[in-house]
């Protein structure tokens, strides 16, 4: 039974299963999900694909070792109702938005599935290891059902490592949304880093690993009232060893501020920021991220309003 007047939301948690070779995330999102979606207003079916994409970043990026690195997630498509799906993770700060053509969507099913969201679309996968200026990108064709049978396939085909993810999400009485998911990866003789190449994907320690993960249901994933220590516990219980490691918060994290904007506007020459300018010789910087429109005048040294 879950004592139904606690919650656990807004984090994520590591696991490894050592006698399985096996490591695992999982994540829940609660009020930072309901923040970033309220910004935008959102129809159901792209507030319901956002949601996904975040839980996806939450789950991944919490995954990098390099604190100040970044995980950035993002659509690439000529076609259908979304032009572009883009969001990042960096210290357990997230952040997201979609662009979408509303007259498609209004033509599509109340529930769209993910091609006629993106007919034939791709997504990246980006790291930045900021300590030591790498980057590594993998793209993946958009040919699932779900974003997170994308990303799996990533990890299956980039990264040559037997993967599984699932995400799940509910609305609550209120309106709000919460959602879960859940990231298992085999680690091959007990491997411990990002090249694995030649990996066997029937390894039968997987298969359990594998098996044992599929179970776990949307309801579970996405319940605040349940702790995601007892989820790892109900699914792995009959092992022998099963180690929680280091729980990261999880927070709103657009960058935008305007001192940040009035930076980066100071690196234009000043003609070019008239340019730029209104009538009135303010630019209007719209962050798409956090859905504000930040007013910076311009001056030769371009202050923040």
């Not at 990246?124 to 030591?132: E, K, L, P, Q, R």
């Not at 990866?185 to 599929?214: C, N, Y």
């Not at 729980?247 to 003609?271: N, W, Y």
Request: include cysteine.
């Amino acid at each position: 039974m879950t004592d139904p007047t606690t919650t656990d939301t807004d984090r994520a948690l590591g696991f490894t299963i050592p006698s399985l070779s096996a490591r695992g995330r999982i994540v829940r999102l609660g009020p930072v999900l309901d923040t970033i979606l309220s910004g935008h207003a959102y129809p159901p079916a792209i507030e319901s694909l956002l949601a996904e994409a975040l839980t996806l970043a939450a789950l991944i990026g919490s995954t990098l070792k390099d604190a100040s690195g970044q995980l950035t997630m993002q659509t690439r498509t000529d076609e259908g109702v979304v032009r572009l799906l883009v969001c990042d993770y960096r210290g357990g700060e997230l952040r997201g938005y979609v662009d979408y053509d509303a007259d498609k969507l209004a033509e599509a099913p109340e529930q769209p599935t993910l091609f006629a969201l993106f007919g034939q679309g791709y997504l990246a996968i980006t790291f930045d290891m900021a300590s030591t200026a790498e980057r590594y990108q993998g793209i993946v064709p958009l040919d699932g059902e779900t974003l997170a049978q994308a990303a799996e396939s990533y990890f299956v085909q980039s990264e040559q490592i037997p993967s599984l993810v699932r995400v799940g999400m509910i609305r609550q009485p209120d309106g709000t949304m919460v959602s879960g998911g859940l990231f298992l990866q085999h680690l091959p003789e007990g491997e411990d880093g990002r090249a694995r190449l030649h990996t066997k994907l029937d390894h039968p320690e997987w298969e359990r690993v594998a098996a044992l993960g599929q179970t776990i249901g949307t309801d579970e994933l996405a319940d605040p009232a349940l702790s995601l220590e007892t989820i790892v516990w109900r699914l792995f219980n009959e092992e022998s060893d099963v180690r929680a490691l280091s729980s990261q918060g999880m927070a709103r994290g657009c960058r935008c501020t305007p001192e940040h904007i009035a930076g980066v506007l100071g690196k234009f020459p000043i003609d070019q920021q008239r340019e730029m300018a209104d009538a009135d010789g303010i630019i209007q910087v719209d962050c798409k991220f956090c859905a504000r429109i930040f007013p910076v005048p311009v001056t030769d040294g371009v202050a923040p309003d």
